[in-house]
């Protein structure tokens, strides 16, 4: 099968990279093919008829929009969608957790790639009895991360995506503040 790869419009180039890798390690340039742009280069490719399927990653106000350019060709036969769009992903401790392999993997899950994962940690919910240690415990692992280029070694926290995104967290740690 053959692979359009489009990625996000803020990522072209680790696209470009990724593909160049693909390719240097035997896929045939015909099977895998670069396809950067913005939403109209999304738009144009999920109408085409000769797409067979599309995979998605990214928000759920574009997979439905992707979900009905699908629908909207009355002749066209239905195509897989595979849409991921992130969630609340959350994990449950109770008291027979080992704490420190916990803290080791809630920090891991929330905060690698800056968060910007389908699969990102955004709840953690912990038994009454455990939460006060398990709490310092992570707070003492956060305050150890280094943000920074992620070219870096000891970065563990590079920037997020763009300026939107960026604001969005803002946004909600300023809710969040007022709230208390």
């Not at 280069?41 to 999920?46: D, I, P």
């Not at 574009?62 to 009355?74: F, N, Q, Y």
């Not at 690698?112 to 955004?122: H, I, N, P, W």
């Not at 946004?171 to 709230?179: F, G, M, R, T, V």
């Amino acid at each position: 099968n053959s692979v359009i790869a489009k990625p996000a419009p803020q990522t072209p180039r680790i696209a470009a990279a990724a593909v160049r890798l693909a390719h240097q390690a035997g896929i045939p340039a015909e099977a895998l093919i670069l396809a950067p742009g913005g939403p109209e280069v999304g738009a144009a490719l999920t109408s085409d008829p000769r797409i067979a399927g599309v995979a998605f990653t990214g928000s759920t106000a574009t997979a439905k929009r992707i979900a009905r350019a699908l629908l909207e060709e009355d002749n066209r036969p239905l195509i897989p969608l595979i849409a991921e769009t992130g969630g609340q992903n959350c994990m449950v401790v109770d008291s027979s957790a080992l704490l420190e392999q916990v803290v080791g993997d809630a920090v891991a899950s929330a905060f690698e790639a800056a968060g910007q994962r389908c699969s990102a940690l955004r709840v953690l919910c912990v038994q009454h009895e455990v939460a006060d240690k398990a709490l310092d415990m992570l707070k003492g692992a956060m305050a150890e991360l280094s943000m920074g280029n992620p070219l870096h070694l000891e970065t563990d926290i590079g920037p997020v995506i763009d300026a939107r995104a960026r604001d969005g967290i803002e946004a909600h740690i300023a809710k969040l503040q007022a709230a208390g």
